[in-house]
């Protein structure tokens, strides 16, 4: 039988926050908020986005040499990727300055099947010298979820039962100090002191995969799979609390329009 955790996730606004929703020409409203249904919402992919920037940041600050250019060798299983298949340029550089690996977790290989030539062909960074070349699953790959590989964590919808309220943004002419004609446009904001909230789900143990969180999981395929956890010495609710709860709780800024003055919360994480 599958065994989970769960938890509350409170989340308090702050300062405004805007997470834009798609507009819809029958409604009239400009810059929509997002809802689902008629309740606004904070995405579920929003806080996923926001939680692994903590923990990426969490994996660097411990282990990533301020001292000197790199990674350490010895730590390189906890060495976070970035999500992406073609990461833009400035990531790029962050993988330069090997805060970074060189290409986003995945499983299995990247493999090219050749039928009619009775091959499988190794592609990209799984390779070396023609040969398969295993890589490893980043810690927060290993519970968020990797590419073909789903992780321990299901990162909730937040919800709240307000309406949302509507400013206007406008852009000044510079040489007379005036609003530009056209520019004074809507948008909608959820204001300070509203709660959103929602359940955190993560998955303990899973007997028929051969899955239980802060172990190795048996994956077939020529992987080095959750190599780090072979040097993690925090286990159980230890290791759930220090990668998942505390980094959830430490997230501070969410949304858009930062430079606004917008996106400052607080986040409250309690077990059910």
């Not at 056209?182 to 002191?193: D, K, M, V």
Request: hydrophobic share 35%.
């Amino acid at each position: 039988m599958i065994s989970e955790k769960r938890y509350k996730v409170e989340l308090e606004v702050v300062a405004p926050l805007r997470i834009g929703g798609v507009e819809d020409p029958r409604s009239g409203i400009h810059n929509p908020v997002t809802k689902v249904g008629e309740r606004v919402a904070i995405p579920g992919s929003s806080l996923k986005g926001a939680l692994r920037a903590e923990m990426e940041q969490f994996l660097i600050d411990a282990y990533h040499s301020k001292a000197s250019p790199g990674w350490p060798d010895d730590k390189l299983a906890f060495q976070p990727c970035i999500p992406a298949p073609k990461p833009t340029i400035d990531e790029q550089a962050l993988i330069g300055s090997e805060k970074y690996r060189a290409e986003a977790c995945h499983y299995p290989c990247d493999i090219e099947e050749r039928p009619e030539r009775g091959q499988r062909v190794f592609r990209g960074k799984c390779t070396e010298e023609g040969k398969p070349n295993p890589h490893s699953i980043c810690p927060i790959c290993y519970f968020l979820g990797a590419m073909g590989l789903p992780g321990f964590v299901h990162v909730p919808f937040l919800y709240a039962g307000v309406s949302p309220e509507e400013l206007y943004s406008s852009r000044i002419d510079r040489a007379i100090n005036t609003v530009v004609e056209g520019t004074n446009r809507p948008y909608q904001l959820i204001p300070p002191g509203v709660k959103f909230s929602g359940e955190l789900i993560i998955l303990t143990e899973d007997p028929a995969a051969g899955w239980k969180i802060g172990e190795p999981r048996p994956l077939s395929d020529k992987t080095l799979g959750d190599k780090w956890l072979e040097q993690e010495s925090l286990k159980g609710e230890k290791l759930v609390s220090t990668y998942i709860v505390e980094r959830l709780k430490n997230i501070k800024i969410l949304g858009g329009y930062k430079s606004k003055g917008f996106g400052e919360v607080k986040i409250k994480v309690s077990p059910l």
